[in-house]
């Protein structure tokens, strides 16, 4: 070939690669994703099959995504909308072949974090084409509608952070979390929670792989400057009081808890084993007790009660040197509350089979009842006793083991309830969905529908002259005393997981549930309530 030919053919592949580089830097200018939301409408979609579940369909191969399924001969053709701002990266009407199409979209959200989210089983008409290529999108934008897929029609959704214009195989033989996939339901929950107002900073508590037992993961610790010490498996991390991680640091083995000792934290192993652990991360002395601990503790005056394997409950000293008390014949349990000080308690526990046993001091059965419900258990604020609250109303237990009706005509409660009596003879009950104020004469003052399903265990607490709600299913919502809603958010979360909470005088609220730790700047989470 002629040079000047090559030169001309040099050129022109030049001016293309230019207009292709200048067509995609301008089509990838989509804008910050400042708001998510699921694709479908979720008061009429059902989750059909979850994230990384193994399908008998398909050889025990993993689920990399979601299925949301709408109701026989009632999902095909609906309406599947963008989840988000961003930038299609793949549509193609045969992307599955005969299982349909497939749209991918890039998400670029304002802490940086870039995610792709895929659409399959869908296709195209003409009042909804596909999007093309690099397209911008708006979030809530109708990007095709339900296919007829096999075995019958349904969205299949996925998040990821890997593979931004490939379609995903849909089932894989390796853990997805391990391959770029993420929880859909998990990412959308918790990116909602952090673009909303008041939002400041969040550390994870695992690798967020599917197989987490959140079960197993322990409160932090604040130390004196706010900063907070958490773990993540074996290692252990501290961050600033804004979030950022000063210094992690493997363990030899994973810890159970960690709690505080005038000034210096102290780590908790299952066979018994205690070790100091000093702010920088060096490690300190160690000394083992003959005890087999189950899980972190609940703090009673100035011990810690610990649940062990062999089916005891053990009362450790503050410095968790010394044995000094424990209970034996303990039923595996669900829930379970200390009321009263370290001279004068009782437990209250829930087992697995629903039935509320009281002990004492001493160890003594006080009592035991079978309720029809699993209920919420609460302290008096003269820790006389403590509160119960099922589908039965609201009882009072003593220090004997004695009940008796705290209150006539209380709203059934239930698994998912909670109370809260405070010293001035105010009474606050949320019976799973509506929250209640009463009075001094039992007297109802006013009620608010919370409008949201709350899930799992709920407690209710008073912080700063505000009413606290927190539930194992992510939910952290904040109510005036006098009744109206300040803020309500719901985060990932999981049944069994942690429930824990601290309002610094930094003015940060920081929340534990799951599988992460999340701070608000307290004031503007209030919003107008604070005012």
């Given at each position: 070939m002629k040079p000047h030919r090559i030169l001309i053919l040099f050129a022109l592949s030049i001016m293309l690669l230019w207009f292709s580089l200048e067509s995609y830097a301008q089509s990838s200018d989509c804008g910050v994703?400042?708001?998510?939301?699921?694709?479908?409408?979720?008061?009429?979609?059902?989750?059909?099959?979850?994230?990384?579940?193994?399908?008998?369909r398909h050889q025990g191969r993993y689920h990399t995504g979601e299925d949301w399924y709408g109701g026989r001969n009632q999902t095909y053709g609906q309406p599947v909308r963008a989840s988000a701002r961003g930038r299609v990266t793949y549509a193609y009407t045969l992307g599955w072949g005969r299982d349909g199409g497939v749209v991918i979209i890039e998400h670029e959200f304002p802490?940086?974090?870039?995610?792709?989210?895929?659409?399959?089983?869908?296709?195209?008409t003409d009042t909804y084409p596909f999007p093309s290529r690099f397209e911008c999108v708006e979030p809530g934008q109708v990007i095709g509608i339900i296919a007829d897929a096999r075995p019958a029609p349904h969205l299949h959704f996925e998040v990821r952070v890997a593979n931004p214009d490939v379609p995903g195989p849909?089932?894989?033989?390796?853990?997805?979390?391990?391959?770029?996939?993420?929880?859909?339901?998990?990412?959308?929950?918790?990116?909602?929670?952090?673009?909303?107002?008041?939002?400041?900073?969040?550390?994870?508590?695992?690798?967020g792989n599917p197989t987490t037992d959140y079960s197993q993961i322990s409160p932090p610790l604040i130390l004196n400057d706010n900063s907070i010490m958490f773990f993540e498996g074996d290692v252990i991390k501290r961050a600033?009081?804004?979030?950022?991680?000063?210094?992690?640091?493997?363990?030899?083995?994973?810890?159970?808890?960690?709690?505080?000792?005038?000034?210096?934290?102290?780590?908790?192993?299952?066979?018994?084993?205690?070790?100091?652990?000093?702010?920088?991360?060096?490690?300190?002395?160690?000394?083992?007790?003959?005890?087999?601990?189950?899980?972190?503790?609940?703090s009673i005056g100035d011990w810690w009660l610990f649940p062990t394997t062999d089916g005891k409950i053990v009362g450790l000293s503050a410095d968790l040197r010394e044995i000094v008390w424990e209970m034996d014949n303990i039923p595996s349990f669900t829930r379970w509350h200390v009321s009263g000080d370290s001279d004068d308690f009782v437990i209250g526990l829930i087992t697995q089979d629903d039935e509320i046993?009281?002990?004492?001091?001493?160890?003594?059965?006080?009592?035991?009842?079978?309720?029809?419900?699993?209920?919420?258990?609460?302290?008096?604020?003269?820790?006389?006793?403590?509160?119960?609250?099922?589908?039965?109303?609201?009882?009072?237990?003593?220090?004997?083991?004695?009940?008796?009706?705290y209150m006539e005509d209380a709203p059934n409660g239930?698994?998912?309830?909670?109370?809260?009596?405070l010293g001035d003879s105010r009474l606050f009950l949320f019976d799973g969905r509506s929250m209640r104020a009463y009075g001094a004469d039992s007297a109802e003052?006013?009620?608010?529908?919370?409008?949201?399903?709350?899930?799992?265990?709920?407690?209710?607490?008073?912080i700063d002259d505000y009413i606290l709600l927190t539930s194992e299913g992510g939910n952290i919502i904040t109510v005036r005393p006098e009744g109206g809603i300040c803020n309500r958010i719901q985060v990932f979360g999981q049944n069994g997981g942690i429930l824990w909470h601290n309002l610094g005088n930094d003015n940060t609220l920081r929340v534990a549930i799951a599988d992460q730790i999340i701070g608000f700047n307290w004031t503007e989470f209030l919003g107008g309530c604070a005012s």
């Open positions: 994703a400042d708001t998510i939301n699921y694709p479908i409408d979720t008061n009429f979609f059902t989750l059909s099959q979850d994230f990384a579940i193994a399908s008998p802490d940086g974090t870039l995610a792709y989210t895929q659409y399959g089983h869908i296709t195209e849909g089932y894989t033989w390796e853990n997805p979390y391990d391959i770029g996939f993420r929880d859909p339901s998990k990412f959308v929950a918790n990116m909602q929670t952090r673009l909303q107002r008041g939002y400041a900073w969040h550390v994870v508590t695992s690798d600033t009081q804004d979030g950022r991680v000063l210094w992690r640091k493997t363990l030899e083995r994973t810890p159970i808890s960690i709690v505080g000792y005038q000034g210096f934290p102290i780590v908790s192993y299952a066979d018994g084993t205690m070790q100091t652990i000093n702010s920088e991360g060096d490690i300190g002395e160690a000394w083992n007790l003959d005890v087999s601990l189950a899980r972190y503790p609940l046993l009281t002990f004492s001091q001493t160890g003594e059965i006080l009592d035991r009842a079978l309720l029809r419900d699993s209920g919420s258990l609460s302290s008096l604020p003269n820790a006389d006793g403590m509160l119960v609250y099922s589908r039965g109303g609201l009882w009072q237990i003593d220090q004997e083991g004695n009940w008796s009706l239930g698994h998912n309830s909670g109370a809260l009596a003052i006013w009620s608010v529908d919370l409008g949201v399903n709350v899930s799992g265990r709920v407690e209710l607490s008073w």
